[in-house]
């Protein structure tokens, strides 16, 4: 099964959900990052972001997500 990192974005911020093995979502630590120029930090996430958003697509009608 593949991890996930889900991310959350609002503009020039985002909040980054950083799993740890052995601990559920809720309990594991949570990056608040900012735009800033001269930084690659939050652009390697939104990078990330972008690529699955541009690969993903609707699921049939009556299909459910596995």
């Known amino acids: 099964m ?3 990192c889900p991310i959350y974005r609002f503009d020039d911020e985002m909040l980054v959900n950083m799993h ?3 601990f559920p979502a809720p309990h594991a630590p949570v990056m608040h990052l900012r735009r800033l120029n001269g930084g690659d930090l939050f652009g390697t996430y939104a990078d990330s972001f972008d690529r ?3 690969a993903s697509y609707p699921l049939p009608r009556g299909k459910v997500a596995a």
Do not use: D
Request: aromatic fraction near 12%.
């Open 52 to 54: 699955v958003l541009s």
């Open 20 to 22: 740890v093995y052995g």
């Open 2 to 4: 593949p991890a996930t």
